[in-house]
């Protein structure tokens, strides 16, 4: 199966600079290396021709950075959903899977995106969607299941009631569609949702309204879901990375 990946990484970091740093927060470094670096390597299975890197804020320091990838301008801010449609034009007329990550997320492990990929395949799924538990406390999405155990949806931690916050297993932000569907369910993305914005968590609803097949690859995460916006997030994300070392 072809597979390209998107690399999301438009992002400001506006709560990074506390150092006066003025970087794109994929930019800001651990251990001598910049955040996005370590994404792109747990990518390497993917070449770099077929990994799209979205961005925006300071565009020119990453894509001098990183030669030899295809990048794509979010020139809003305007939520994931709007991210991934920055890249509809490199995806356009494709008929592959597409691997959707954030470039803010060093922690995630090679063999992690590669049991995505190989519940994706083996399961036939339209989109699967990459969850996993925690001991951390984050403000990420929760899974919402169905009586059978099935995807229903997934609803932004902003967005939970205070029973949807209880739920443990949480969204990583972390996809794989078939092209088609993906680029088609953008199209109809609303943004009634507290931030205003265009959320990629809706588009499994979408598909799965339509009678698509929705997986889920769950993992014990750990650290592996840290994503970067605090500066005591890019001291954790050193921590463990110092550990793996």
């Known amino acids: 199966m072809p597979i390209k990946a998107v690399v999301l990484a438009a992002g400001k970091g506006t709560r990074l600079r506390t150092e006066g740093s003025d970087l794109p927060k994929v930019m800001r470094q651990v251990m001598g290396e910049p955040l996005l670096h370590y994404v792109l390597d747990a990518l390497a299975f993917i070449p770099p021709q077929d990994t799209i890197i979205v961005v925006g804020y300071q565009k020119e320091q990453v894509t001098a950075h990183f030669p030899g990838y295809v990048f794509a301008e979010q020139k809003e801010q305007l939520g994931t959903g709007h991210a991934v449609m920055a890249a509809r034009e490199a995806l356009d007329g494709e008929d592959c899977a597409v691997l959707v990550c954030c470039g803010d997320m060093p922690l995630l492990r090679r063999e992690t995106y590669e049991d995505l990929v190989r519940t994706h395949e083996t399961q036939g799924n339209v989109c699967t969607i990459l969850t996993g538990t925690t001991d951390l406390d984050m403000a990420f999405g929760r899974i919402v299941r169905d009586a059978d155990g099935k995807f229903r949806e997934v609803v932004e931690d902003r967005d939970c009631t205070p029973a949807q916050k209880n739920i443990r297993e949480l969204n990583a932000g972390v996809y794989i569609f078939q092209s088609g569907p993906l680029l088609s369910?953008?199209?109809?993305?609303?943004?009634?949702n507290s931030q205003g914005e265009y959320y990629l968590t809706d588009v499994p609803a979408i598909l799965q309204g339509e009678g698509m097949q929705i997986g889920i690859c769950m993992r014990k995460l750990g650290d592996?879901?840290?994503?970067?916006?605090?500066?005591?997030?890019?001291?954790?994300?050193?921590?463990?990375?110092?550990?793996?070392?």
């Open 185 to 192: 369910a953008l199209g109809r993305l609303g943004r009634s």
């Open 224 to 245: 592996e879901i840290i994503g970067v916006n605090t500066v005591e997030q890019l001291g954790q994300v050193e921590e463990s990375l110092k550990k793996r070392r």
